[in-house]
């Protein structure tokens, strides 16, 4: 599985749009971006995934490169309760074994 | 409501002794996986079972044993071979080799 570089922390302001970068220079082609995201000594989140195309959902937004060496999560309209650590990670789909999870970007919504 | 249930929230464990961590998931999943983090660190995994009574080892097997008799548990056992254990313990399910997985609420295991 390919290695991701993330910002160790943000801060984003409450109400504001919250953009994550991810780095992902190695990726292969068929290697999916996932973001999870984990609240303090809680279990991670699942929150979105995706192979080349942007994708939305309800909770927030992926953005890919054309090259697929980067991407960026969007969460549209902070909230304190966003206040998480954001885990970007790649991996092939089909692998069935664990998801590696680095050390993430550690994300401050400020009221 | 589905998902996956982790006890206790909170174990202590005395020098010598096994402690059992339990992972219960009525999702129907046929994977599922235990994972360990320290503090300011990522998840590193333990041990995964892809179907019942089969498991494989991870990256950080040493020390832990699983068994999986039933598709909805996968119970951990923390050994008395295992020198550092105070961590969080996560557990996990998907399905089969699906892109997702989902996450109990951890156990975070204390040594007295």
């Known amino acids: 599985d390919a290695k991701t570089t993330q910002p160790p922390s943000m801060d984003c302001a409450e109400g504001r749009a919250a953009n994550l970068p991810c780095n992902h220079s190695?990726?292969?082609?068929?290697?999916?971006v996932y973001w999870y995201r984990q609240i303090h000594s809680q279990g991670p989140q699942y929150i979105i995934h995706?192979?080349?195309n942007n994708e939305t959902n309800e909770m927030a937004s992926l953005i890919i490169t054309e090259d697929r060496k980067s991407s960026t999560l969007i969460l549209p309209h902070a909230t304190l309760r966003d206040t998480a650590v954001y885990y970007c990670i790649v991996r092939v789909a089909s692998t069935g074994n664990q998801f590696y999870f680095g050390t993430g970007t550690s994300l401050t919504v400020i009221p | 409501d589905g998902g996956i249930t982790q006890s206790p929230k909170y174990l202590f464990r005395k020098e010598g002794q096994n402690v059992t961590l339990s992972c219960e998931q009525n999702?129907?999943?046929?994977?599922m996986y235990w994972y360990r983090q320290d503090p300011g660190q990522g998840l590193r995994l333990i041990y995964y079972s892809q179907i019942v009574n089969d498991f494989q080892k991870g990256d950080i097997a040493e020390g832990y044993s699983v068994s999986r008799e039933k598709k909805e548990s996968f119970p951990l056992t923390v050994t008395s071979a295992q020198k550092n254990p105070t961590a969080f313990y996560l557990c996990a399910s998907s399905t089969g080799p699906g892109p997702i997985q989902y996450f109990g609420a951890g156990t975070r295991l204390s040594v007295l």
């Open positions: 995706g192979l080349k």
């Open positions: 999702l129907n999943h046929d994977a």
């Open positions: 190695t990726i292969s082609g068929n290697e999916y």
